[in-house]
C-alpha cells in the first residue's frame, strides 16, 4: 500500500497540529515496516526520517495552503506515485477524488466559538471545513466532543467518524524540580515561584478569567507567586494586557512567545501547577504534556477537558473567577494534594500514547485500501 500524507503543518512551529503530524509521522515509522510513505512538504521543509519518501512543491511560507496546491499538484503527486490512500491532517482535500481519503479533524472552533476568529479566516474555515468533511472516506477526531459536533454540525454519520487520543510528546516526563528550575532562571530570568499556562492567548483560551483568578490570588490570598503565560499573542489579546497594566500585573504576569521543547520541559517541571481555563479545545494537548511531567492540572470543567484530564486534574467552572482562585490556592499550600495530584497525572498519561495512535491510524488506512 502506498499512502500519502500531507504534510504542510509541519512548518506550523510550536503548534498542536504540527506535534500531531510530527508525533504520527514519527510513530508510523515505528509500527509499518511494510507500506510506503510519501509526505506532501514545502521544499525547504526538513524531515528526518527515512521511512518517507518526500513529494515537495515549491511555495513562499504564506502560500502553502494556496488552493493551487491542493487541487493541482497534490492531485498530480497522487498520480504520479500512484497512492493508495491519502491522509490530509489539517482541513483541505483536493476536489478532484483521485483516491480515497482520511481526514482529520482537530476541532470545529470556527463553528462553535465564532468569536474566536476574524470574519474572513471564519467564514473561509467554516466553507472548507464542511466540504472537505463531507467529501472524506474516513475521519480522525481526538476527542468524542468533535465527534459529536460534526454529527450535529455538518449531519455526518457517526460510522465514518473515529475517535483516535492523542498524547504527549515523549519528551515530556519528570525531571528534577531544582534542575528544571534552575534551567529556567537561567535562560528566562524567572526566579520565583510560577503558575503556567501554555497556548496561544486568543478568546476561547479565556485568559482575561485567569488574570482575574490571579489577581484575586494575590491581592486577597496574599500568595507571592508569578503567572507565566506561554504563547503568542493572538486575536484580540489586547484586552490581556490593558487588564495587567490597569492592575500593576506587568511585573507578575511574563508572557512569553512559543518555546522550544526542552525549555517547556523545564517549564513544566519547575511549575507550580499548569492552569488551563479553555472554554474549547479539540483536545487540549497541554493538559497531556503537564500531567506527562507530574505537574498539578487545574483545568475548565468542559468537553474534552472531562474526558481527557479524568482524574488526574482538579476541574472548576471556567466562568468563576472566585472558585479559580480557590482552587489555585489550594494547590499552591497544600503539599499533600501536589503530591496526590503528581500521581493520579502520571497514572492518567498511561492510557494515552503515540504509537497507539499510528497503529490504530494505520488500521484505518488498510480500511480503506481494501474497500476500494
Known sequence: MRILIDSRTLIWKGTGARRYLHNLLTNLAKVDKENEYFIFVRYNEEFDQSKFRKVVFKSPRRHIFN???????????????????????????????VCPSVLTVHDLSFEVCPWDFRIKSRLFLRATSRLVSLSADKIIVPSTRIKKELTRIYRISEDKIEVIYEAADEIFRPVDRGKASEEVERKYKIKDDFILHVGLLRPRRNILTLLKAFNKLRSEYGVEVKLVLVGAAGYKSDELFHFMAKHDLNKEVIQLDYVSDKDLLYMYNAAEMLVYPSLYEGFGLPTMEAMACGTPVLASNVQPM????????????????TEMSQKMYSVLTDDNLKLELKEKALVRTRDFGWEVNAKRTRKIYYELYLSQ
Open 67 to 97: 488552493p493551487i496546491w491542493t487541487n493541482v499538484s497534490l492531485p498530480l503527486a497522487l498520480k504520479q506515485n500512484r497512492i493508495d490512500v491519502l491522509h490530509s491532517p489539517h482541513t483541505a482535500l483536493p476536489f478532484i477524488k
Open 306 to 321: 472531562l474526558e481527557i484530564v479524568g482524574d488526574g486534574g482538579i476541574f472548576f467552572d471556567p466562568y468563576n473567577v
